[in-house]
């Protein structure tokens, strides 16, 4: 499984972006799609997750803000991060979790900076 993640950048303290991510190879009708990051000198965090059905999940600091969503029509998992702040700099990275396993994107740089 490969997957090809795209819709970073730089955004200035209070915007939007939409990350998009897609998923090719063989993808399973069930499965768990996600958004990770990993700041500079810490730990990657998981940001939010969905499965194929079911509730999405979130870590606390993104609540509200942030929505994850997906179109398994296309085997996509999509970010909208709405009020950002420099704290959600990071690079982000997409995560397909499957019984075969799990796959990583190659990961999409945020920059929130004024």
């Known amino acids: 499984v490969q997957l090809q993640a795209s819709g970073g950048g730089l955004v200035q303290p209070g915007g939007s972006l939409r990350l998009s991510c897609e998923a090719s190879?063989?993808?399973?009708?069930?499965?768990?799609m996600g958004w990770y990051r990993r700041a500079p000198g810490k730990e990657r965090e998981v940001v939010a997750i969905?499965?194929?059905?079911?509730?999405?999940d979130y870590r606390d600091s993104v609540k509200g803000g942030f929505t994850i969503s997906r179109d398994d029509t296309k085997n996509m998992v999509f970010l909208q991060m709405n009020s950002l702040n420099p704290e959600d700099s990071a690079v982000y990275y997409c995560?397909?979790?499957?019984?075969?396993?799990?796959?990583w994107g190659q990961g999409t740089q945020v920059t929130v900076s004024s």
């Open positions: 995560n397909i979790w499957q019984t075969s396993g799990s796959y």
């Open positions: 190879g063989k993808v399973y009708s069930r499965n768990v």
């Open positions: 969905i499965p194929t059905h079911g509730n999405a």
